[in-house]
Every structure is written in structure tokens, then in C-alpha cells.
T-cell receptor, first 114, second 112 residues
């Protein structure tokens, strides 16, 4: 059974610091991997999607990498800002006999202080 | 202005009552999903629909029901059979089931 783990569960950094959020998954047979951001009490905002054949995707200050063989993805945030404070969720899409399923990690809650 | 809307934002019900949560999308997506989010547990799939008039149970479908009569709409009914209905409910959609999922703002349901 596919499991997604995000470590650490919480992270506090000063403004301006570059940081890396980690995501690991137990089964490398994934179709794609998606990173989301969630603000308290809000829905999820899609940040980046990496197809299984890709190694990385970039959007502004965000860069996501994927190493399918080792079951790992990282989300790199450059020059962090207080507005980056949120919970970041990683999810992998699997395809099996029952259909497709997006399996989520529990998230890393980031706090950026000014 | 394309997107996914969920209503209401907050919902309060007495135990034993059924309640229906609304989810509408104008993105012309075929696939729609319902997730439940509890503190410390992450998101869990309740039901999903790949196409109109078709839907499949997710990991935690017991006590819930859905319908998909229109492409734009995927309402979720929380029945009195759901033992712990208090949670944050999120609706999502994607062009097809293998594509990027987009989420609505969520409905927080409190049952007392």
C-alpha cells in the first residue's frame, strides 16, 4: 500500500532563508506527484505537478524535484517570505485496478518570521 | 472567472440529520472528488466521479452518498449513519482522473 511521508511536520525559519521540504513515498510506481499549499481554514492551492518521467519543475521561487527510484521529492523555496507561511502537502497519483487515487502526506507546516 | 465553489463555508447540524454539501465547477472537468480532512490525519478520499452518472467509493465512503447528474455538480450527502461527521470537507476536480487536481475552498461541518 502506497504511503506518503513528509518530514519535518513543522519548520520555522527567518525571512530570506532558502529551505527544502521533503516528501517520501513507499512505492515508486507513481503516475505523477503534486505539491500543494494550504492556508489555515482554506482549500488547497496547486503549486507544482511533476510527471513520473520528469526530474523537476519550477515556478517562480519554487522548485520541485522528483527521484522516483528512491521514492523522494523535494520542494525548494528560495528567499522565503512571511507570506510563504502555510502548510505544504505532497501527493502522489497512483493507477491500479480500482482506478486512480491521489495519496496525500500529512504536510509540513512552515512558519517564516520577519 | 473559472473555478470550484463549495457552499456553505460553515455548516452546523444536529446529530441524526442528513446534510448535503454543494460543489460546483465551471472548468469543464470530467472528474470530481470529495475528500475529508481531519487534524493530524491528512486528506482521505470519500467518493470520486470520472464522468457524469458514474461514481466510485473511496477509502471512507461509509455514511456518505453522492450523485453526478450534471458535469458541473457533485453534491455530497452526509447521512446520519456517518459516525464522526464533524470535519473539513474538500471538493476537487480535474480534466481527467490522471490530471492535476484543483480544489475548492472547503466546507467545515460541525455536528452536535
Amino acid at each position: 500500500k502506497q504511503e506518503v511521508t513528509q518530514i519535518p511536520a513543522a519548520l520555522s525559519v527567518p525571512e530570506g532563508e532558502n529551505l527544502v521540504l521533503n516528501c517520501s513515498f513507499t512505492d515508486s510506481a507513481i503516475y505523477n506527484l503534486q505539491w500543494f499549499r494550504q492556508d489555515p481554514g482554506k482549500g488547497l492551492t496547486s503549486l507544482l505537478l511533476i510527471q513520473s518521467s520528469q526530474r523537476e519543475q519550477t515556478s517562480g521561487r519554487l522548485n520541485a524535484s522528483l527521484d522516483k527510484s528512491s521514492g523522494r521529492s523535494t520542494l525548494y523555496i528560495a528567499a522565503s517570505q512571511p507570506g510563504d507561511s502555510a502548510t505544504y502537502l505532497c501527493a502522489v497519483l497512483i493507477i491500479n485496478q480500482a482506478g486512480t487515487a491521489l495519496i496525500f502526506g500529512k504536510g509540513t507546516t512552515l512558519s517564516v518570521s520577519s | 472567472d473559472g473555478g470550484i465553489t463549495q457552499s456553505p463555508k460553515y455548516l452546523f447540524r444536529k446529530e441524526g440529520q442528513n446534510v448535503t454539501l454543494s460543489c460546483e465547477q465551471n472548468l469543464n472537468h470530467d472528474a470530481m472528488y470529495w475528500y475529508r480532512q481531519d487534524p493530524g490525519q491528512g486528506l482521505r478520499l470519500i467518493y470520486y466521479s470520472q464522468i457524469v452518472n458514474d461514481f466510485q467509493k473511496g477509502d471512507i465512503a461509509e455514511g456518505y452518498s453522492v450523485s453526478r447528474e450534471k458535469k458541473e455538480s457533485f453534491p455530497l450527502t452526509v447521512t446520519s449513519a456517518q459516525k464522526n461527521p464533524t470535519a473539513f470537507y474538500l471538493c476537487a476536480s480535474s480534466l481527467r482522473d490522471i490530471n492535476e487536481q484543483y480544489f475548492g475552498p472547503g466546507t467545515r461541518l460541525t455536528v452536535t
